[in-house]
């Protein structure tokens, strides 16, 4: 009822019982009143609360029990059968019940109880309603409180102000499974499992689910109690089960398309897909009745970065109806949970804070939002003051900074920030989210991986198994010391030497300051990735010679482009220090002069239109490394040079694109029409290739019969030297 006149917005107390009395004399069952006693006590104020809809976010359910009586309100849509229920955490003898109306009422209702949140009991019922304050005398137990609305008094919803129930806990048990609440009320919630304060202190989960009996150890000496998961399924019970063998909990993801943010594959329609919609929920819903009882189990996260990734696959006027329509399917998802699992909160991740607009807008049976953020986790709490949220959040990944977030180095790719820099980022990440007193409700920090890649060494506590300065750093957030542990050898000061201008295939010089806090013996490694040249995220070993002072001459890769130097120095305790430079990798230099350079060129095709295309065979002579001919992708091919004269000929060097030739010839003519070949290989394997020779010729020309690729052929410099 955002619009409601301010008529409607009555608020007649009920007088006194007698009063009551007389509302009720028409009522198809009457609700006598009980004397009040010394022991009766508000149960039902700052639990939690749900309901059949909302009108809008502004409107939740929660609203009817935060104990303000004229500043929040729920209030549903505007139909009837329409109802709200308060869970009191426990069962209690319930004495009364007073419905504080908006002036959306109900003219017919009931008052049920429930022991489960599923089977009801009719306490009481009233046909002839006024609004207003109705006060309500009950006798019965029960955990669960339900208003059951029938008829409405208006062509509004039904409207409260505040929802109280009275009674005391003498019943009182332990609420099942320790389950889990959002309690509170406007920026002063609390989590709680089993009635007792609650904050995550998470780790994202990298290994095997299989594995978790391994590392479960770990994570609780670390002060962790809580991780987070991306799929639920059957693999995920031994992770439950080690979970809870050492008192952990599990934030149980469900992945939806596009999870992962961008790049991330998978383009669902949800404006028109429900089939897939219908699917996904089935499945959930299995996985949520199959775990909810399981002691491990803390709560349900449905989807990762989807609003934010929903922009690879539309854009405009269709990319905003997707983000509705995946929301609103977001919380499609979040009832359906609720309906099997009471006890246990529904929340969702995104990438940016600018995701939540439209949650608060789709999604409001969200007990609380959560959400990514790495280098500007501190900006939440603003955002979060700036969009009028109404719900507290969880930071589900955080860390040091990412690669979108940090300045490109001198060879144009992300500077990837130190280790000493990367265990501030853990620290800071903490700081920002426990600074949100009674709205951030912690964290499930990025991430416990063993990953020992580019990745891996970019965000995991420990690639490879062994501990980094980050490490250490979750550690002393969530433990509150560090003290007696081994600590990681520290590495700074980390050079290369050319950074931009390294050769292929020859050596170039890297230096780094190693030193180790506790003076263990330190062992220093050098690995190298080729994402940035080729895409392989691996790190591979390095071929390298120590040249004394930490200093090692490390041999370049064949293939050009910019390739990262890892400096990986460990203890031999299982701890480990790792720096990271970029060197960018060049053809060789040729002693002489490149007579080829910008000579007419033929060839037997060239790709009109593909990729950066068009690929001129004048293209492999004009001395620039970025760009390249190609050929059509068929066997046989040449590309040929004419040098104007006859001129000497020393050298001749091919820098390969991908499509390199797996056999070919170099052949020269004095004349184009009569050949003699000088070299002949039938094992290239691409990058660079340097042929030397000893002749004399006008035209030099590369007969390519063999393809080392699925593509054609391509050069990007064919050089001839004198």
């Given amino acids: 009822m955002t619009t409601a006149p301010t008529a409607r917005r009555r608020a007649r107390t009920t007088a006194s019982l007698v009063s009551l009395g007389a509302l009720l004399a028409t009522s198809a069952t009457v609700l006598t009143a009980a004397p009040a006693t010394a022991a009766e006590t508000l149960l039902s104020q700052g639990k939690t609360a749900t309901a059949s809809s909302t009108e809008g976010a502004a409107y939740a359910a929660s609203a009817a029990v935060d104990g303000d009586l004229t500043g929040t309100r729920w209030a549903s849509q505007w139909s009837d059968d329409q109802w709200f229920q308060v869970d009191l955490g426990a069962s209690a003898d319930i004495s009364r019940v007073v419905l504080n109306w908006e002036g959306a009422y109900g003219k017919a209702y009931a008052i049920q109880l429930s022991d489960n949140g599923t ?38 919803g039904y409207s409260l102000w505040e929802f109280r129930v009275y009674g005391n806990g003498g019943t009182t048990q332990p609420e099942p499974g320790g389950a889990v609440r959002v309690t509170g009320s406007q920026g002063n919630w609390q989590l709680t499992v089993g009635g007792q304060p609650y904050t995550v202190k ?32 059957a693999s995920s019970k031994p ?20 999870g992962g943010g961008p790049g991330s594959g998978g383009c ?34 449905v989807g990762n970065e989807s609003v934010l990734g929903l922009q690879n696959c539309y854009g405009g006027t269709e990319l905003e109806a997707q983000r509705n329509a995946y929301t609103t399917f977001v919380n499609d998802v979040a009832k359906k949970i609720h309906s099997i699992d009471p006890d246990h909160p529904v929340t969702s991740t995104d990438a940016w804070t600018g995701a939540w607009p439209y949650y608060k807008r789709n999604a409001p ?154 003076g263990d013996p330190v062992t220093p490694k050098i690995y190298l990735s080729g994402n940035y040249a080729n895409g392989d995220k691996r790190l591979i070993d390095a071929q390298y010679r120590s040249l004394g002072n930490n200093t090692f ?27 990271t430079k970029s060197v960018k990798v060049v053809a060789p230099p040729v002693s002489g002069t490149n007579i080829a350079l910008n000579r007419p060129a033929t060839a037997s095709s060239a790709q009109a239109s593909y990729g950066d295309c068009p690929c001129p065979a004048s293209n492999a002579f004009d001395g620039n490394a970025g760009t390249r001919w190609a050929s059509d992708w068929s066997d046989p091919q040449w590309i040929q040079v004419d040098l104007g004269s006859a001129k000497p000929i020393r050298t001749v ?57 699925g593509w054609g052929y391509s050069l990007h410099e064919f050089g001839v030297y004198a």
Avoid at 139 to 156: D, F, K, P, W
Avoid at 413 to 439: L, R
Wanted: aromatic residues 10%; negative net charge; proline residues 5%.
């Fill in 119 to 156: 089977d009801w009991r009719t306490a009481g019922s009233v046909t002839a309603g006024d609004g207003g304050t109705d006060e309500l005398a009950v006798s019965g137990a029960g955990r669960y409180v339900r208003l059951q609305g029938i008829t409405r008094a208006t062509g509004y």
């Fill in 202 to 233: 998470g780790l994202t989960w990298g290994p095997a689910m299989a594995d978790a009996p391994r590392y479960m150890p770990d994570l609780r000496s670390m002060g962790v109690n809580t991780v987070r998961t991306w799929g639920t399924d």
């Fill in 553 to 579: 001459a490390v041999t370049a890769p064949e293939k050009l482009g910019v390739w990262k130097v890892y400096v990986q120095a460990e203890d031999g305790r299982g701890n480990a220090g790792i720096e």
């Fill in 239 to 258: 992770l439950l089960d080690a979970a809870a063998a050492n008192g952990l909990k599990v934030m149980n993801g469900f992945w939806l398309q596009p």
């Fill in 365 to 518: 049976d969200l007990d609380l939002y959560s959400m990514n953020a790495y280098g500007d986790v501190c900006g939440v709490r603003r955002d979060w003051i700036d969009g009028g949220y109404d719900k507290p959040y969880i930071i589900t990944e955080t860390g040091n900074a990412g690669e979108w977030e940090v300045p490109d180095d001198v060879n144009g790719i992300p500077d990837e920030p130190t280790d000493v820099q990367k265990a501030e980022g853990y620290t800071k990440a903490w700081n920002c989210v426990t600074g949100h007193q009674g709205v951030a409700l912690g964290a499930t920090m990025f991430h416990y991986g063993l990953e020992h890649d580019f990745g891996g060494v970019w965000f995991n506590l420990l690639p490879d198994g062994l501990k980094r300065l980050s490490y250490y750093a979750v550690k002393k957030a969530y433990a509150g010391s560090t003290a007696g542990d081994n600590t990681p050898p520290v590495i700074t000061n980390m050079t290369v030497t050319p950074a931009s201008a390294a050769p292929a295939g020859r050596e170039f010089t890297v230096r780094a300051d190693i030193r180790d806090p506790d």
């Fill in 268 to 301: 669902v329609n949800y404006v028109t897909d429900t089939a897939y919609k219908n699917t996904m929920l089935t499945e959930f819903a299995k996985w949520v009745d199959t775990y909810k009882s399981h002691p491990a189990t803390l709560m349900w996260n």
């Fill in 653 to 709: 060097q091919l820098v390969w694109d991908p499509a390199y030739a797996k056999s070919y010839e170099v052949q020269v003519s004095d004349d184009g029409n009569t050949w003699r070949t000088i070299h002949t290989t039938t094992t290239g394997n691409g990058d660079i290739d340097t042929v030397e020779t000893a002749t004399t010729a006008r035209y030099v020309k590369l007969r390519l019969t063999a393809r080392g690729t």
